[in-house]
């Protein structure tokens, strides 16, 4: 959209994982605002391993909503260099102890673009072989992995139990790609 020009902006906080700036912004009507922007690292990978016939989620425990939670396999793209598909390919072994025969990117998506810049490449990981899991702190340690079917993982986006924004687009994506 035209008339919003960025004028300048100041790192307010700089951490391990994000940096967060605050910019000023001339808006279309000759006024200005000012916006605070979590960058992310180089993005994030998410994964919905599929067998064939059921979908493969974790139940994690995640700290900023206080509560065990279903999600996909996903993390940061924090290894240097690496691409996103063997980021995704890294994550699924990681978290689900499954090596995917092919990944397939589905989309790619803004996580949160009303205060951040992070975007995440969503992955259909198939041909899946088990292997030892290689979960990296104290929740993924404690992750259940859980196998559902696809109308059964649907059914808690609906009954409101999934509640992770980059499960229910997974989720969603991939119903519309097996249906199609």
């Known amino acids: ?18 940096t967060v700036g605050s910019y000023r912004y001339d808006t279309p ?12 690292h180089q993005g994030s990978v998410v994964v919905l391993p599929y067998t064939g016939t059921q979908v493969v ?6 700290a900023p909503v206080d ?19 063997a980021a995704a390919r890294r994550e699924c072994i990681e978290e689900a102890g499954l090596d995917p025969g092919r990944l397939t990117l589905l989309l790619t998506f803004f996580n949160t673009p009303g205060y951040s810049d992070e975007e995440s490449w969503l ?6 072989t ?3 899991a290689n ?15 696809l109308d059964e993982a649907l059914g808690l986006v609906a009954s409101g139990e999934i509640k ?13 790609r097996l249906l199609a």
């Not at 279903?70 to 924090?78: H, M, N, Q």
């Not at 979960?135 to 079917?149: D, K, M």
């Open 164 to 176: 992770d924004a980059k499960t229910i687009i997974g989720l969603y994506a991939v119903s519309r």
């Open 1 to 18: 959209m035209a008339g919003f020009r960025r004028r300048r902006g100041d790192i307010v906080y700089q951490g391990p994982g994000i």
């Open 123 to 128: 992955y259909l990981a198939e041909d899946l």
């Open 29 to 40: 009507d000759g006024g200005t605002m000012t916006r605070e922007v979590v960058h992310a």
């Open 130 to 132: 088990p292997v030892e």
């Open 67 to 85: 509560a065990v939670i279903y999600e996909l396999p996903a993390g940061k793209r924090d290894v240097e260099g690496e691409d996103p598909a």
């Open 135 to 149: 979960p990296q702190g104290p929740e993924e340690l404690a992750a259940e992995v859980v196998e559902l079917t």
């Open 57 to 62: 989620l974790l139940r994690q425990f995640r």
